[in-house]
């Protein structure tokens, strides 16, 4: 860098110099010499404060313009986002990064996430005009104040050649049951997680999770919003699972029902140091302006993995190169769910199930829908005592038998809520039907159960109860029967 010369702007940085002592904090103290080489340079710092967000500075008569920007610097020019106006800062914060301790003001880490120069067009009071030439902050950008002391930041310029818009509805790719392939080589294989699916939209300072019904569950796992934090400002679109662990360390989706019905957001911090989330990632769909749908799973899970996304509440496990059998072996030795395969050189498509992804289970397990239930008897008596569940077959809901296990009081209680309102006075199901003293209702709700096998009648020998799947609609419910990878 060149060298600069010496400027004295002593009351240009008194609010500086005021909410630091130089004694506590490594930050520069701004008495040096100010270098000033073209009096252009600019740097963003990503700050992990109380909060993560951004820092611009812009170099200007001696001392730094600065910005703080909660959701980064914006790369279209359909978005204004936030700038708040702070404090000049010394020259020298051009080359500072470090970690500002712990109770001293903007206290955290704070890295250079980009620098460059910056030619002015307009340095106004209200409004800054300017031409950036960073490696990642390219083009031209106007900072203008808006009422009060809001400031805002907009990008004029049309976005980079070839960089793509961010997906914002995107139903995921679904596998098929089926036997495990035999063509090891052509598969990568995954554990396959007991939870709820879930698409992560990051932004800078921001994370949207939507289920794959496309619905926002972003309020029920605030956890999850510090994964933006983890991609250090880059925009990506993530495929996984969130799951919550049992105490042996298994996927748990019954333990995960206690995070998944929670309204209030009281109840929901409640709940998160009692039931903690890991968000499971297995999927790269979108990163820093490039969708990755054509490209093979293969290439898509190299790209994620080198994003290295393992925190306190996400990670994202290993998938193996063949070994399907060992795999599945092992998984069962586990008491896992099973294993899932997935053709490396598959593109990903959004909401279709073909046989490109292929779930192999250890126990047989089916989504069913609510179409009633019958009052429990004995130490039950006055609860709900089974569920009478069905599938759809031809556009008709089919009688598929009842459900009496694996229930615990809170899922009974939970059933009664949700049921009550739903009640009608005639069945739901088409040809065979449940016994006389049943009470039915519309078909809206969907479970998951474990079971044995089906019977010749089509219905479920010794299915138990696992939970609710607000995450499926009632609708696309079918009976499911593996397929031969091979046909």
């Given at each position: 860098?060149?060298?600069?010369?010496?400027?004295k702007?002593?009351?240009?940085?008194?609010?500086?110099?005021?909410k630091?002592?130089?004694?506590k904090?490594?930050?520069?103290?701004?008495?040096?010499?100010?270098?000033?080489g073209d009096?252009h340079?600019?740097?963003?710092?990503?700050?992990?404060a109380?909060?993560?967000?951004?820092?611009?500075?812009?170099e200007?008569?001696?001392?730094?313009?600065s910005?703080?920007?909660?959701r980064?610097v914006?790369?279209?020019?359909?978005?204004?986002?936030?700038?708040?106006h702070?404090?000049d800062?010394?020259?020298?914060?051009?080359?500072?990064?470090?970690?500002?301790?712990?109770?001293e003001?903007?206290?955290?880490?704070m890295?250079?996430?980009?620098?460059?120069?910056?030619?002015?067009?307009?340095i106004?009071?209200?409004?800054?005009?300017?031409?950036?030439?960073?490696?990642?902050?390219?083009?031209?950008?106007?900072?203008f104040q808006?009422?009060g002391?809001?400031?805002?930041?907009?990008?004029?310029?049309?976005?980079?050649?070839?960089?793509?818009?961010?997906?914002?509805?995107?139903?995921?790719?679904?596998?098929t049951?089926?036997?495990?392939?035999?063509?090891?080589?052509?598969?990568?294989?995954?554990?396959?997680?007991?939870?709820?699916?879930?698409?992560?939209?990051?932004?800078?300072?921001?994370?949207?999770?939507?289920s794959r019904?496309?619905?926002?569950?972003?309020?029920q796992?605030?956890?999850?919003?510090?994964?933006?934090?983890a991609l250090?400002?880059?925009?990506?679109?993530?495929?996984?699972?969130?799951?919550?662990?049992?105490?042996?360390?298994?996927?748990?989706?019954?333990?995960?029902?206690?995070?998944?019905h929670?309204?209030?957001r009281?109840?929901?911090?409640?709940?998160?140091?009692?039931?903690?989330?890991?968000y499971?990632l297995?999927?790269?769909?979108?990163?820093?302006?490039?969708?990755?749908?054509?490209s093979?799973?293969?290439?898509?899970?190299?790209?994620?993995?080198?994003?290295?996304?393992?925190?306190?509440?996400?990670?994202?496990?290993?998938?193996?190169?063949g070994?399907?059998?060992?795999?599945?072996?092992?998984?069962?030795?586990?008491?896992?769910e099973g294993?899932?395969?997935?053709?490396l050189?598959?593109?990903?498509?959004?909401?279709?199930?073909?046989?490109?992804?292929?779930?192999?289970?250890?126990?047989?397990?089916?989504?069913?829908?609510?179409?009633?239930?019958?009052?429990?008897?004995?130490?039950?008596?006055?609860?709900?005592?089974?569920?009478?569940?069905?599938?759809?077959?031809?556009?008709e809901?089919r009688?598929?038998?009842?459900?009496?296990?694996?229930?615990?009081?809170?899922?009974?209680?939970?059933l009664?809520?949700?049921?009550?309102?739903?009640?009608?006075?005639?069945?739901?199901?088409?040809?065979?039907?449940?016994?006389?003293?049943?009470?039915?209702?519309e078909?809206?709700?969907?479970?998951?159960?474990?079971?044995?096998?089906?019977?010749?009648?089509?219905?479920?020998?010794?299915?138990?109860?696992?939970?609710?799947?607000?995450?499926?609609?009632?609708?696309?419910?079918?009976?499911?029967?593996?397929?031969?990878?091979?046909?």
């Amino acid at each position: 860098m060149a060298k600069r010369a010496k400027t004295k702007t002593p009351e240009q940085l008194a609010e500086y110099r005021a909410k630091r002592d130089p004694s506590k904090t490594p930050e520069p103290s701004g008495d040096a010499a100010a270098t000033a080489g073209d009096g252009h340079s600019f740097v963003v710092h990503e700050h992990h404060a109380r909060r993560l967000h951004w820092d611009l500075r812009l170099e200007h008569n001696g001392v730094l313009l600065s910005f703080a920007l909660p959701r980064g610097v914006p790369q279209d020019p359909s978005e204004n986002r936030l700038a708040v106006h702070t404090e000049d800062h010394p020259i020298e914060y051009l080359d500072f990064h470090g970690t500002i301790p712990k109770g001293e003001y903007g206290a955290g880490e704070m890295t250079i996430w980009d620098s460059g120069t910056y030619e002015p067009e307009k340095i106004e009071e209200k409004k800054i005009v300017a031409r950036f030439k960073g490696e990642r902050v390219r083009g031209r950008y106007a900072l203008f104040q808006t009422r009060g002391d809001d400031w805002m930041i907009h990008r004029m310029d049309p976005p980079e050649p070839g960089r793509e818009p961010m997906p914002d509805r995107i139903e995921p790719m679904k596998a098929t049951l089926a036997e495990l392939p035999g063509d090891g080589g052509e598969w990568g294989y995954e554990v396959k997680w007991d939870g709820v699916r879930a698409i992560a939209y990051c932004e800078p300072g921001q994370v949207r999770l939507q289920s794959r019904t496309l619905r926002d569950l972003t309020p029920q796992y605030p956890e999850i919003g510090a994964l933006a934090g983890a991609l250090g400002g880059t925009p990506a679109v993530l495929d996984g699972e969130l799951v919550a662990y049992d105490d042996e360390g298994r996927p748990s989706f019954q333990r995960l029902q206690r995070r998944m019905h929670v309204g209030s957001r009281a109840e929901v911090r409640r709940r998160m140091a009692d039931v903690p989330v890991t968000y499971v990632l297995f999927d790269l769909l979108h990163v820093d302006g490039r969708t990755l749908f054509e490209s093979p799973y293969e290439e898509r899970r190299a790209e994620l993995e080198a994003l290295a996304l393992d925190g306190e509440s996400w990670q994202t496990p290993t998938y193996h190169r063949g070994e399907g059998e060992a795999m599945l072996s092992a998984s069962r030795e586990r008491g896992l769910e099973g294993i899932v395969a997935k053709r490396l050189a598959s593109p990903y498509r959004p909401g279709k199930r073909g046989r490109d992804w292929l779930k192999v289970k250890n126990l047989r397990g089916q989504e069913v829908v609510i179409g009633g239930w019958l009052p429990g008897k004995g130490r039950r008596s006055g609860e709900l005592g089974a569920l009478l569940v069905g599938y759809h077959e031809g556009g008709e809901l089919r009688y598929a038998g009842k459900v009496g296990t694996g229930f615990d009081a809170r899922d009974l209680k939970l059933l009664r809520e949700r049921l009550e309102p739903l009640a009608t006075n005639s069945s739901p199901f088409t040809g065979r039907q449940p016994q006389r003293d049943s009470n039915f209702v519309e078909p809206e709700l969907v479970a998951e159960v474990e079971f044995a096998e089906w019977t010749n009648a089509g219905t479920l020998r010794h299915p138990s109860y696992k939970g609710l799947r607000e995450d499926k609609p009632a609708a696309d419910v079918v009976r499911e029967e593996p397929v031969d990878p091979t046909a």
